[in-house]
């Protein structure tokens, strides 16, 4: 995979609708590419390459530069190209190929989704209250950020809001040593949360964690291979960020490894704009395993490159049909 001289580069900015945090940084916006392939048949498909700062292996600059070195006609040598920029190629051959063939081909094209509680105390309660309303199974908020006890409580409170059929996920993003996280499990025992995505500073310790409290691994992914999954039977999920890992196929491979080792996949998203979404779908639609996926993060893109935007906000999504995309051209800088 690669550019053509005919396919064209743009850089984008859209703006959060309020500051995001995520490692240790607040955000105000979300950068990265979109490629606009064209394709022999004359249909043109687009892609994202959005790497996440703090959590993706290369930058932005360095998925650009890839993609302009690798591009057709380039005097440059091609490189091996990073994560990001394999899952935006791959994201528009699938929308490529959906469109010619008027069908996207998959195992299953509807989704839960899971709600994502996030802002302060009294916001996230409010989130709670609106999720369970509208009828989602599956929240998640953030946690590693307060004092134990604070997050003991919010933990509690959200669990009584939500009653008890809803699942309930943590993330702490590596955040804690391992005697706060078990002091932490010993005293959420009975709030019966599905798992903690990354509960520990050092994750060597998850094997023994995992007996205090259900773990899923989400950044030790990109520190493994596929082949290293059955050493890691310990983990309740794995939670599957195609940007961050590759892309699509690779997505779809760890997710089906998962499963036969008895773990919920969880296909999860890096906040991608409307573009990079379709191909997390996609690739949700590729997996067996029906868990609700991670797409809430499209809900704090203020303006997206994308017109008009997916409609992701329901506990429910359907896959739109194949159809031709629009950009706003406002959102964009041409690169080549």
């Known amino acids: 995979m690669r550019l053509?001289?005919?396919d064209q580069l743009f850089r984008y900015r859209v703006p959060f609708c309020a500051s995001v945090r995520w490692g240790r940084h607040a955000h105000a916006y979300r950068e990265g590419l979109i490629i606009r392939q064209q394709f022999p048949d004359g249909i043109a498909a687009l892609g994202e390459v959005a790497p996440l700062p703090g959590f993706s292996q290369e930058s932005l600059e360095e998925a650009q530069d890839a993609l302009l070195a690798g591009q057709e006609g380039s005097d440059a040598r091609s490189p091996r190209l990073p994560a990001s920029?394999?899952?935006?190629?791959?994201?528009?051959?699938?929308?490529?190929?959906?469109?010619?063939?008027?069908?996207?081909?998959?195992?299953r094209s509807t989704f839960d989704v899971c709600a994502l509680l996030a802002g302060s105390a009294a916001s996230l309660l409010a989130?709670?209250?609106?999720?369970?309303?509208?009828?989602?199974?599956?929240?998640?908020?953030?946690v590693g950020r307060q004092t134990l006890d604070a997050e003991v409580r919010l933990v509690c409170a959200v669990r009584s809001i939500v009653g008890p059929d809803v699942h309930i996920r943590l993330d702490a993003n590596r955040?804690?040593?391992?005697?706060?996280?078990?002091?932490?499990?010993?005293?959420?025992?009975?709030?019966?949360?599905?798992?903690?995505?990354?509960?520990?500073?050092?994750?060597?310790?998850?094997?023994?964690?995992?007996?205090?409290?259900?773990?899923?691994?989400?950044e030790?992914?990109?520190?493994?291979?596929?082949?290293?999954?059955?050493?890691?039977?310990?983990?309740?999920?794995?939670?599957?960020?195609?940007?961050?890992?590759?892309?699509?196929?690779?997505?779809?491979?760890?997710?089906?490894?998962?499963?036969?080792?008895?773990?919920?996949?969880?296909?999860?998203?890096?906040?991608?704009?409307?573009?990079?979404?379709?191909?997390?779908?996609?690739?949700?639609?590729?997996?067996?395993?029906?868990?609700?996926?991670?797409?809430?993060?499209?809900?704090?893109?203020?303006?997206?490159?994308?017109?008009?935007?997916?409609?992701?906000?329901?506990?429910q999504v359907a896959m739109p049909a194949p159809h031709a995309l629009m950009l706003d051209h406002t959102l964009l800088t041409c690169i080549a």
Not at 127 to 142: D, F, I, Q, S
Not at 232 to 240: N, R, W
Not at 288 to 310: E, F, K, N, S
Request: hydrophobic residues 50%.
């Open 175 to 218: 955040a804690w040593p391992y005697d706060d996280a078990r002091a932490f499990a010993m005293r959420i025992r009975e709030q019966n949360v599905a798992f903690v995505e990354e509960p520990l500073a050092d994750p060597r310790a998850l094997p023994a964690l995992s007996r205090h409290m259900p773990v899923a691994l989400d």
């Open 85 to 107: 920029a394999i899952f935006g190629l791959e994201t528009a051959q699938i929308l490529w190929k959906s469109r010619a063939l008027g069908d996207w081909g998959l195992r």
């Open 220 to 315: 030790t992914l990109a520190e493994l291979s596929l082949g290293d999954l059955p050493a890691h039977g310990y983990a309740e999920a794995i939670v599957i960020k195609p940007t961050i890992l590759g892309g699509i196929s690779i997505a779809v491979a760890w997710a089906e490894q998962a499963a036969t080792l008895g773990m919920t996949p969880v296909i999860s998203a890096a906040y991608e704009t409307g573009i990079g979404m379709l191909g997390l779908l996609y690739a949700a639609g590729q997996v067996r395993a029906a868990a609700p996926i991670g797409l809430d993060t499209y809900r704090m893109i203020q303006r997206d490159v994308l017109v008009p935007r997916l409609d992701l906000s329901l506990p």
């Open 4 to 6: 053509a001289v005919a």
């Open 127 to 142: 989130g709670a209250r609106a999720a369970r309303a509208e009828g989602y199974r599956a929240v998640k908020l953030k």
